[in-house]
């Protein structure tokens, strides 16, 4: 049971290119979460999948797509990146239990973009 | 505009005393709070949750309280170990997302 894993652990592009990270859970869960971490600025969501088959814009959409290929993966492209995209990503997926309800985040993707 | 704020970047405390963190929020519609803590180059793992219909949740060596009056949450460590060393988010949920703030750095000196 890995629970949520990234790829690429780290990443250099240069500006204008365009690259995909990857996210899978094997929670079975239903909800996943892209979010950027910058420093000052906390964790802001880029984008969510609710569930299989359905996307939605979270506070920071632009500049990206995303694709919930399956239940288990969620996939965040940047299709010509931008310096202003660097930053760490961390994926995370969610369950609900009752009333309790809490994410479980993948270690983080450090993209530098030059 | 922040929903959710931590306004304290950073705070030291020493080995064995309590160590306070605090949080503030806006949406008064929020009704389950959550405390996450990151160590460098890993993601964040969940601490502590308390809904908003209690005022307290205890789990060992940490406490959040809940003032919805003043829309704001605390976070009680006590007592600090260096372990605790970490940057530690609040986080409010709203429908089927997190609002986190901008976390708070706490040292535990030895």
């Known amino acids: 049971n890995a629970g949520v894993t990234q790829t690429p652990k780290f990443q250099v592009l240069k500006t204008g290119q365009s690259m995909t990270l990857q996210c899978a859970q094997d929670?079975?869960?239903?909800?996943m979460y892209w979010y950027r971490q910058d420093p000052g600025m906390g964790l802001r969501l880029i984008y969510y999948s609710a569930s299989e088959g359905t996307t939605d814009k979270g506070e920071v959409p632009n500049g990206y797509n995303v694709s919930r290929l399956n239940k288990r993966e969620f996939s965040l492209r940047l299709e010509s990146a931008a310096p202003s995209q660097t930053s760490v990503y961390f994926c995370?997926?969610?369950?609900?239990?009752?009333?309790?309800?809490?994410?479980?985040f993948g270690p983080g993707t450090r993209l530098l973009v030059l | 505009d922040q929903q959710v704020k931590q306004n304290s970047p950073s705070l030291s405390v020493q080995e064995g005393r309590i160590s306070i963190l605090n949080c503030d929020y806006t949406?008064?519609?929020?009704?389950?709070f959550l405390w996450y803590k990151k160590y460098p180059a890993e993601g964040p793992t969940f601490l502590i949750s308390?809904?908003?219909?209690?005022d307290k949740n205890e789990d060992g060596r940490f406490t959040v309280f809940l003032n919805k009056s003043a829309k704001h949450l605390s976070l009680h460590i006590v007592p600090s170990q260096p372990g605790d060393s970490a940057v530690y988010f609040c986080a409010a949920n709203n429908f089927d997302k997190l609002v986190f703030g901008a976390g708070t750095i706490l040292r535990v000196k030895s």
């Open positions: 929670m079975n869960h239903n909800s």
């Open positions: 995370a997926s969610r369950t609900r239990a009752g009333r309790l309800e809490t994410q479980y």
């Open positions: 949406n008064s519609m929020f009704d389950y």
């Open positions: 308390i809904s908003s219909i209690k």
